[in-house]
């Protein structure tokens, strides 16, 4: 039997061990189920372009299970639409943007995996699902950039999205030499020298299906345009970026992105 003075020990050894994990390690990571359903909670009354993920006006309502290529659009959308469709959990802000900063900075899997199951919820809750079936892919990172945060953050997300929806993940594309984007505009992003890439192999099993291309954040768009031209060179029949956050753009940024849309014709 443990004496008192023991058992107190061990209380505050414990203590301890815990604040160095969230001070000098950060590995401590809050209740996975908790913490993503607050945050999602927050984000989930919000309505966006089905095919580019920008907030639109709160008036119109987000539809229940429509086809991929309807919903609805921002102005920019209605014109040359982004992509086929689009699915987001909400803004690049508080809460959810500090959970998801945190939760692939700090390696927080089981975090990262229930962020990736409401990601599927939402698919399933706002796409009929495509005769073939779902395939999913990850945004690729880099293996630098996976091995310095302890997580495949992107394929954490893709594997619990595909495990909700029943549907294959499918490690198809990499990337080569990639720069740290944080930063960059828009332009410089899409004109950054990079390498995504898709394999022979791969490519067999996304053409003719609807392809979810999973990734964390949109900021730009830049990564989720090459991902999908990749995919989409593959032979997939349509293709929809699947994120948890969306940067919606201020003044600013839309007039970069303006100009990014008249440069690129
Ligand atoms: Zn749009």
Same mark, same amino acid.
């Given at each position: ?11 505050? #050894? ?79 802000? !508080? !809460? ?33 699902? !495509?005769? #073939? ?6 945004? !690729?990172?880099? #293996? ?104 919606? #753009? ?16």
């Amino acid at each position: 039997m443990p004496t008192q003075g023991f058992q107190d020990h061990l209380r505050v #050894m414990t203590r301890g061990v815990r604040m160095l994990e969230r001070g000098l390690l950060g590995r401590a990571q809050p209740c996975p189920l908790a913490s993503v359903r607050s945050a999602v909670s927050v984000a989930s009354d919000q309505t966006w372009c089905m095919r580019c993920g920008a907030a639109i006006d709160s008036l119109t309502t987000m539809p229940q299970r429509v086809s991929v290529g309807s919903g609805p659009r921002c102005a920019t959308c209605r014109v040359t639409p982004r992509f086929d469709g689009f699915v987001r959990l909400g803004s690049y802000r !508080p !809460p959810l943007d500090a959970l998801v900063r945190h939760a692939k900075e700090r390696s927080w899997h089981a975090v990262v995996w229930e962020l990736g199951w409401h990601l599927g919820n939402e698919v399933e809750r706002r796409f009929l699902a !495509p005769k #073939m079936g779902w395939r999913i892919v990850a945004s !690729p990172t880099s #293996m630098w950039r996976r091995l310095a945060r302890g997580i495949d953050h992107t394929n954490v997300l893709a594997s619990a999205v595909a495990s909700r929806l029943h549907s294959p993940n499918i490690k198809a594309l990499r990337v080569g030499r990639r720069t740290r984007q944080a930063g960059l505009d828009r332009h410089e992003r899409l004109h950054r020298a990079r390498s995504m890439h898709c394999s022979q192999r791969a490519a067999i099993q996304l053409s003719g299906h609807g392809v979810l291309v999973v990734d964390d954040i949109r900021t730009t768009g830049a990564t989720l345009i090459e991902a999908c031209s990749v995919v989409r060179e593959a032979g997939a029949e349509f293709i929809v970026p699947a994120v948890i956050c969306v940067a919606d #753009m201020t003044p600013v940024s839309m007039k970069r992105s303006e100009v990014f849309a008249s440069e690129c014709g």
